[in-house]
């Protein structure tokens, strides 16, 4: 499907006045330029594209932010997909492994201690950043001592089977590898609300760290590999695909479509955000009972988040849970973009778009810092003093009778 957008373009440059990045990088020439004026260009000629293109942070503010409805995001990927090169450097094998989530999980994840204790010793976090080119101020992510996600799903699943409804969960390569405590999560709050799990057989990467890094036949791969596992698990029965990030649900729904050209169309209106399906069902009376927390609590809303619409619905459900003083940070970015801020070049950037967040963080003091996504989440730990967890998290904190929710293994 070709994406013509740009010819809605009016020239307001309301897109530029919104990126983060043209706000910090006087290098990079903006949404506008890079976007539907450089299309223009681009059709009549390939050799208008500019690399300097690759500093866009994919946040899609651009496009959340355009009158017009251009898909300037998708432009810029659509255009780095046909045209940029990637020459066998240093920077693209710290592109390949920054991509490779799910290999670099699977390989990673049995030895998670020593990978965990060894990527944060100074002088390997020097070198990787004079090899590499990985900033050595960005702790890489941490992978899960007790295995992965799946493996404790493994011992649910007969568990989760005696449930009369149902719903898939794509858990993405975070939960997997990372943090299996938000996926646990999940499937507690689910279970008291009187709804049981299934995952999706072989279940990929949503292929967003692979589109940022330049590798679109995998991407694309992945995608299909996905939409053919989600096309299976409805055809098993017909069920809610949620996800717990926000980034992989729009791109679940959104990027296979619009930037990878694989169509999702049997499967698209079954995929939804948490929060989205989470409030449906307490407005409809299904609401867990949930004791008061007392908490004071800073939400910060992911781009992706934002530009899939679904930041109401996490703000309400968060104003459901009893006891919790909730304070909604201004829409900004913070600079994190998946794998973007840890790559040297960009690093300095990251920081800069991210300050004012981490400023009003740490000025709050807030108990917790709520986000929706997991990028958001390292960078806001990495630059305040304060722990920043998922919504789902939160809720089966005040879950009645469960105060074990975070510590759970
Ligand atoms: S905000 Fe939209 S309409 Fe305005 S300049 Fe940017 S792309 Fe064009
Ligand atoms: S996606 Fe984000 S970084 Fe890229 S041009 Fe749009 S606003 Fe700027
Ligand atoms: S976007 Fe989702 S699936 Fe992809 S790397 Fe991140 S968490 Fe994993």
């Keep these: 499907m070709e994406n013509t957008s740009f010819d809605q373009c009016i020239k307001c440059t309301v897109c530029t006045v919104y990126c983060p990045v043209s706000k910090h990088n006087p290098d990079f020439l903006g949404p506008k330029t890079y976007g539907p004026d450089g299309e223009r260009l681009r059709r009549k000629d390939p050799a208008y594209y500019d690399e300097m293109m690759s500093a866009c942070t994919n946040c899609k503010r651009c496009e959340t932010a355009c009158p017009s409805g251009v898909k300037i995001g998708d432009i810029i990927a659509i255009a780095r997909k046909k045209h940029a090169k990637k020459p066998l450097s240093p920077k693209t094998v710290r592109d390949f492994i920054l991509g490779h989530t799910d290999l670099m999980g699977s390989l990673s994840t049995p030895f998670a201690p020593i990978v965990n204790a060894v990527t944060d010793v100074k002088p390997i976090k020097s070198l990787m950043h004079k090899t590499l080119g990985i900033h050595d101020h960005k702790r890489l992510p941490k992978y899960a001592r007790g295995g992965t996600f799946r493996r404790w799903f493994n011992k649910q699943r007969a568990q989760q089977e005696k449930f009369d409804r149902q719903v898939h969960y794509f858990h993405g390569c975070y939960v997997n590898y990372n943090n299996p405590q938000q996926g646990k999560d999940l499937v507690k709050v689910l279970n008291a609300m009187g709804i049981g799990v299934t995952l999706l057989e072989k279940e990929q990467c949503c292929g967003v760290p ?7 036949k995998k991407a694309t791969q992945n995608a299909q590999r996905n939409v053919s596992a989600m096309t299976n698990a409805l055809q098993q029965h017909s069920a809610p695909i949620l996800s717990t990030s926000s980034t992989c649900a729009m791109t679940l ?10 169509d999702n169309g049997a499967v698209r209106d079954k995929i939804h955000y948490i929060s989205r399906f989470l409030l449906t069902e307490f407005m409809h009376g299904n609401q867990p009972k949930m004791k008061k927390l007392n908490l004071r609590v800073d939400y910060h809303t992911p781009c992706h988040l934002e530009k899939s619409g679904n930041q ?39 920081i800069k778009i991210g300050t004012p967040v981490f400023d009003t963080i740490t000025e709050n003091q807030p ?23 998922h919504p789902l998290s939160l809720i089966a904190m005040a879950l009645a009778n469960d105060d074990d929710s975070l510590t759970d293994n």
């Design 312 to 350: 109401l619905y996490t703000i309400e459900l968060l104003r459901a849970i009893p006891g919790i003083h909730l304070n909604i940070l201004d829409s900004q970015c913070c600079g994190s973009a998946g794998t973007y801020g840890f790559k040297a070049e960009h690093y300095q950037t990251s």
């Design 367 to 389: 108990d917790f810092v709520i986000t929706d996504c997991e990028t958001c989440k390292w960078q806001i730990e990495e630059n305040t003093p304060h722990q920043a967890i």
């Design 210 to 216: 692979l589109i940022a890094n330049g590798f679109f």
């Design 253 to 262: 729904r959104d990027e296979y479509p619009h930037v990878l050209n694989v």
